[in-house]
Every structure is written in structure tokens, then in C-alpha cells.
């Protein structure tokens, strides 16, 4: 007999390796700024960070892109910048510049105060456990955060830049300090992805979104190495514990990237081309992507097309559909629409 109470989670069963007949999808950033309910309960909350932290207000806007779109995830509404909020650096969230924090380089690794962190996250593992009581049970849960090296260049930089130079120049003037740093993250990171596991998610993302810009020395130790830690880590509570790594622009390290941190899917950028994709990585290992979100805002035929292809591409392997990076504000909502039934075969 079937077992009724585990209902089937496509998503999260082909994170763990299970091919499906046709692709389960989420699309990162899928709450955010393209939704006019999304702007509504935006303003109700004040500052950014105070929305991450209100879960009446975080599994509202968590839920409002599954009310309109037939996804099969629902992912956590809150920032891969809590890590450091939690930490005890200063992060403001200014309307039109994005994240600004108070560089570390200034203030001296001795503000953080790692072992307040999770407490502080209490509120965001309050929203992962009313989540999992609220979806549908067929939907997927996902949690995150950010990757180390991700979160550094943030920490370090006090903002987001093209080329992450801060942190990359930090990390070979001060290697000892920076090493610190990533420990910090590497632990923090792991208390905080067991808590959510603990809460009720079904996997989690690591988004490392400036893995661009590395050789493969900066590469081995400040990605592959901390990523690698973490999910070990996790797993030694956790055994099995499913992880999406993300590892945004890492192109020829990919292989490696896979090879090493363990994470059992791979999320894939948009400059990743497919046939490369289907030789260089093992042909069991799930994969995730990996659409260019301006053919969304774009649409039409190019759209159809370029989702065939992708699906295409990657019909030999256990493959979740999403973008090759996050929604972007522009994007109108009747293009997701047909994205959906597009991917779902209507
Ligand atoms: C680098 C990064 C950040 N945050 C995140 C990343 C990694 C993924 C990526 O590369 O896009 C991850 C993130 N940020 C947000 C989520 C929520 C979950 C989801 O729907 O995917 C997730 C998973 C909400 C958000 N995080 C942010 C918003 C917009 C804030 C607003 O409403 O004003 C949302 C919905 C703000 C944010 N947060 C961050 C930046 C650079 C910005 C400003 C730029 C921007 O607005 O896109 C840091």
C-alpha cells in the first residue's frame, strides 16, 4: 500500500534525484516587486529588514506568488543579508541604492557577535514553521541563505559591486582576517539551515551569486571550501539533509563545485549553455535553471522557444525549472503565466 501521509513532493523529489515526466518549477525572487500585493504589503511593514522579520507579514508575501502561479515551492520570504543583520552589523535597506552596511573593514570583526545570531533569526524560523503548516502538502518548502564568500563581499563592501573587489583585495591583504570572517559564516550558517530544516523546510538553497570574478585558488578555498563545510556541517545533524547549491557565474568551476561541497542539485545561471551543461557534469546529478529572467520580461515566441529548449536540454536528467537568476520588477505577470503552463505542458 501507498503511504497517504508523505504526500509526493515533486520538487523536492527531484532534488534528490528523481526524474519527473515534466519539470517542477519555482523562480527565484518569485515574491517581490513585480506583484502589485507584493508592493501593497510592502509599505504596510516600513523598512525591508522589518518585513524579513514580521512572519505574519513574511508568510503572507511568501504565499501571494502561489496564489496566482501553479508552482510547486514555496520559498522562505527573507534576505541573505539577516545573516549579517543578526550578526550585529549594521544593514539598512535604502529604496532605490540596495543593501548598505557598515564595512567590516571599518568597525573591526570584534562587533560581530555570533553567538546572539540565531536568536535574533527567531522571527524568520517562526515564518518556516507557520509556512509548512500553511502550504498545500504536495508543495515543496525551501529555505536558504547566503553562501560565505556571498555574504563577505556584502559585509566587507558595504554594498553590492560589479566586481567584488573589496572583498577580494581584503582576502589577500588579510587572509587570517578573512578566514575569521568565513568561519563566522560557516558556523552561523549552519545552526541557522538546521533550525530551518528543524522548522519544517524541505531543502535548502545556498545562493552564492558573486562566485563570478574568482581564479580557481580564491575559487577552492572561498566557495567550494565554506560551501562544502556548511553542508557537511548541516548533515552531521541532519543526515540527508537536500541542498541546492547556486553557485551564479562559476562556469568552468562548476564541475568542481558539484564534485566537492556534496550539494545534491546544482542551480545553474543563464550563460551556462546546455549542451556544455549535459557533458561536464555527471549525467545523474539534478540540475535547476536556468532561464534568462529578460526573456520574461520580454515574452512572445522567443520565450516559448527558449523554454522548450531548456527543457529540452535537460530531459535526460532530473531537472527543476527556474530562472538562471532572480525576477526582476519589470517582469509582467501574464509572461509568468505562460512560463507556468508553458513548463507544465498546457
Ligand atoms: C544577493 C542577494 C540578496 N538577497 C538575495 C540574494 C541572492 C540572490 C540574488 O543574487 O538575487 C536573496 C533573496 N532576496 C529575497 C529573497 C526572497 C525569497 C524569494 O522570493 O526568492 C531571496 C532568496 C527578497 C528580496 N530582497 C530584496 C528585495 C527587494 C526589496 C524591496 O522590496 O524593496 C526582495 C524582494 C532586497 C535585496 N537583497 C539583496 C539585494 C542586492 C537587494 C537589492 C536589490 C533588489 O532589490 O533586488 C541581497
Known amino acids: 500500500m501507498t503511504d497517504t501521509s508523505r504526500p ?6 527531484t532534488v534528490l534525484g528523481q526524474r519527473q515526466e515534466r519539470p517542477p518549477i519555482w523562480i527565484m525572487r518569485q515574491a517581490g516587486r513585480y506583484l502589485p500585493e507584493y508592493r501593497e504589503t510592502r509599505t504596510k511593514a516600513g523598512n525591508f529588514l522589518d518585513l524579513c522579520y514580521t512572519p505574519d507579514l513574511a508568510v503572507e508575501v511568501t504565499l501571494q506568488p502561489l ?38 573593514t571599518e568597525t573591526g570583526l570584534g562587533v560581530l557577535r555570533p553567538e546572539q545570531a540565531l536568536e535574533r533569526l527567531a522571527p524568520v524560523l ?23 564568500w556571498t555574504v563577505a563581499t556584502y559585509m566587507i563592501g558595504g554594498r553590492g559591486s560589479p566586481d567584488q573587489a573589496a572583498a577580494r583585495l581584503y582576502a589577500l591583504r588579510h ?43 580564491a575559487f577552492a578555498n572561498w566557495v567550494i571550501e565554506p560551501n562544502r563545510r556548511i553542508v557537511e556541517g548541516v548533515r552531521r545533524v541532519i543526515p540527508d539533509a537536500p541542498f541546492i547549491g547556486f553557485p551564479r557565474g562559476a562556469a568552468g568551476n562548476l564541475p ?6 556534496g550539494v545534491n542539485a546544482l542551480g545553474l545561471d543563464y550563460a551556462t549553455p546546455l549542451g556544455w551543461a549535459g557533458s561536464a557534469l555527471p549525467s545523474a546529478l539534478p ?15 522567443q ?13 535526460n536528467r532530473p ?15 501574464a509572461h509568468v503565466e505562460r512560463l507556468v503552463a508553458r513548463v507544465k505542458g498546457r
Not at 76 to 100: C, N
Not at 193 to 216: I, K, T, Y
Not at 303 to 315: N, Q
Open 175 to 217: 587572509p587570517e582576517d578573512f578566514a575569521r570572517l568565513i568561519d563566522i559564516l560557516v558556523d552561523t550558517s549552519i545552526s541557522y539551515l538546521v533550525a530551518q530544516f528543524n522548522a519544517g523546510a524541505d531543502v535548502v538553497q545556498l545562493f552564492e551569486s558573486w562566485a563570478l570574478n574568482l581564479d580557481e585558488v
Open 319 to 333: 531537472h527543476i525549472f527556474n530562472l538562471g537568476h532572480g525576477i526582476v520588477p519589470e517582469t509582467p505577470i
Open 303 to 315: 520565450l516559448d522557444r527558449r523554454v522548450d529548449e531548456i527543457i529540452a536540454g535537460f530531459s
Open 256 to 261: 568542481a563545485y558539484a564534485a566537492a561541497t
Open 126 to 148: 517562526e515564518t518556516v514553521s507557520r509556512l509548512r503548516g500553511t502550504i498545500d502538502a504536495d508543495k515543496t518548502l525551501i529555505g536558504f541563505c547566503g553562501s560565505p
Open 67 to 104: 496564489r496566482r502561479f501553479d508552482l510547486d515551492a514555496a520559498i522562505l520570504f527573507s534576505d541573505i543579508l539577516v545573516v549579517p543583520d543578526a550578526l550585529g552589523q549594521s544593514v539598512r535597506f535604502a529604496t532605490g541604492e540596495g543593501p548598505l552596511l557598515e564595512p567590516v
Open 8 to 13: 509526493e513532493r515533486a520538487l523536492l523529489n
Open 287 to 301: 540540475v535547476q535553471g536556468n532561464l534568462d529572467p529578460l526573456r520574461l520580461v520580454a515574452g512572445g515566441e
